[in-house]
């Protein structure tokens, strides 16, 4: 219990108070939360261990049972995080109906505070109970995109061990899908600044009016809406790490602003005209090839060599050859313990359609694809009908162009793919087409790891 950290969600914000006020000696950390609304921004950027949840807001959600609607919320991303709720007496019926949806406790409000304790105490104890008996039969796998034995994977992290451990400012490049993030966080894990905090920023999802706020934080009454003072994310990465994703698809206007901050290593809040020292490493991650972002229409040079001191460029899954196995056996083993359904693997079909496919959406199209496909199977394997690819992928987004397709046998191995992909991995099928035997057709299947 004293290295947990619970997340307290409630309008009222003397209950806030009081909760952290006597949970805070018991525990590692208290953060508190008025607005229902901020409940996954929070747990998406800090590991809690368990939430108190009011089963009633005066505003956000309007359904008379909000507390209901954000346990369902929080249950669909992380489905074994406890969460007590906390209810008035007259809704004791509401909070009863909330552990069937998956709470773990309820307590209600005014409750004697060794009540709260004890009731925190037990579900972090079951929780840690829960988690040291699945640790036994868990797959030692700290991130799947980083799982590989090909050669371009053993390439990057070989790179990622030796940058992690310095403070050079990173930018990762990458298609969709293909981990950056997992990329960022395994760097800070190996940093020297581990201990200190990760705080990640989509900054390609922030307009220009949000961009200074949420990244330098303001003051109370910088603007309408600021009923208190709030630190920037800048801030908040003091002596940690700052990971601002999608960094390509910013303004001009918001790199000027973030290239001051850079330069200066100082942040001032809106409203406020005393700058703050701030201590991050910079990693930057953005789908945009690095000849597009060194366009100066779009990119100033100058704040591309200030995120750019190294380059790790994260290979799409349709060049790691071998790992699209080794990624699929491991969410075939996650989804068929999830669902409780017994899996022995892949069929021939099914798993000559995996390595046939070109999976333009990457490790996560592929994660999706087994999730669906062990939700879907009526056997203990996993055959050639149970996978579909999706539809979006296909008609989004075209395989992209690269120079080696120059080179023959690139080509080959791409019209083979795209012929076995057709006939759904019947070899006999695709061999006739290509105007081989099969023999000969297996032998190129060997030469080109598909």
Known sequence: MKKSTILVVDDDQDLLTAVRLLLKPKVGEVIVESNPENIMSILSKREVNAVLLDMNFKSAVNTGNE????????????????????????????????????????????????TLLTGVGEVLSTQKNKFEKQSANKLQISDTELLGDSEVMEELQYKISKIAP?????????????GKDVIAREIHKRSLRAKSDYIKVDVGALTDSLFES??????????????????????????GTLFLDEIGNISLQQQAKLLTVLQNRQVTALGSHIPLEVDIRLLCATNVPIRELSDENRFRKDLIYRINTVEIQVPPLRSRGKDI???ANYFLTV???KYGK????????????????????????????????????DSDEIIGKDLIFSPIERSSQPQPVETDYQHLETLERITIAKVIEKHNGNISRAARELGLTRSALYRRLEKYNL
């Open 67 to 114: 507390g209901l609607f954000w346990l369902s919320k929080i249950r669909s991303s992380y489905p074994v995080l406890p969460i007590i709720m906390i209810t008035a007496y007259g809704a004791v019926d509401l909070a009863v109906k909330s552990l069937k949806n998956g709470a773990s406790d309820f307590i209600v409000k005014p409750w004697q505070n060794e």
């Open 166 to 178: 310095t403070d050079a400012n990173i930018l990762i490049l990458g298609e969709n899908g293909t």
């Open 214 to 239: 949420e990244l330098f934080g303001y003051k109370k009454g910088a603007f309408t809406d600021a009923r208190e003072d709030r630190k920037g994310r800048v801030e908040l990465a003091h002596k």
């Open 325 to 327: 196995g080794l990624l």
């Open 335 to 337: 989804y068929a313990r």
């Open 342 to 377: 017994a899996m022995a693997g892949f069929s021939d079909e099914s798993t000559a359609k995996l390595n046939a496919y070109h999976f333009p959406g990457n490790v996560r199209e592929l994660q999706y694809s087994i999730e669906r496909a062990v939700i879907m199977s």
